[in-house]
Structure formats: structure tokens, C-alpha cells
């Protein structure tokens, strides 16, 4: 099982994965694909996402049974923590107050 998340990425990108898989949300896929398959999608939204973003999510023999990837998409990281994958997100740094005097 897969499911595969676009944001801000070209439609004909959207077209060529809907041949594949089913897409029940604009930019959110879902299927069951062989992983060879999979990974040649994964390989072609990278190379057409742009300036947009991906995230896949996809069955995997882990604790959770899952592992996740993502691209383009800077804020939200996984990351491994003793074999659980938890998401990182980066906070905006608070730029300081002017000093009164």
C-alpha cells in the first residue's frame, strides 16, 4: 500500500501518477503498487516536483509498519528515534523586539 501527497506540483505530474494509482483528494494517491513501481513513481516526482513537495508514505516490515519519505519540503523532516519514525518540524525563529529607551 502507498500513499503519496503533493503539494504545489505540475497537473500533467498528477495525470501521469493517476494512471498508477487513485487520486480520491486533489494531489492525495493511493494504491498498491509492486515497489519496483513505486520507486519509479518516487523517481519522477522528484524529478518533476519543482518547487513543490511530496510526501510518500509506504507499507514497510517496521514497528509501525510503515516508513515515510519525503521531498521539497523543508519543514517537516522524519526522523528515526530508536526505530519509531517521528516528524520533526523546524520553528520560525522569533525575531527579538526592538530595545525601548
Partial sequence: MVVLILTATPTGLRGELSRW????????????????????????????CKDGSAVMVLSAKTEQGYAI?????????????????LIKRKVAKA?????QT
Fill in 95 to 99: 525575531t527579538p523586539a526592538p530595545a
Fill in 21 to 48: 494509482l487513485l487520486e480520491p483528494k486533489a494531489g492525495v494517491f493511493v494504491g498498491n503498487v509492486s515497489a519496483r513501481i513505486r520507486e519509479k513513481l518516487w523517481d519522477k516526482v522528484i524529478k518533476e
Fill in 69 to 85: 519519505k519525503t521531498h521539497g519540503d523543508s519543514n517537516r523532516i522524519p526522523v528515526d528515534m530508536e526505530g519509531v519514525t
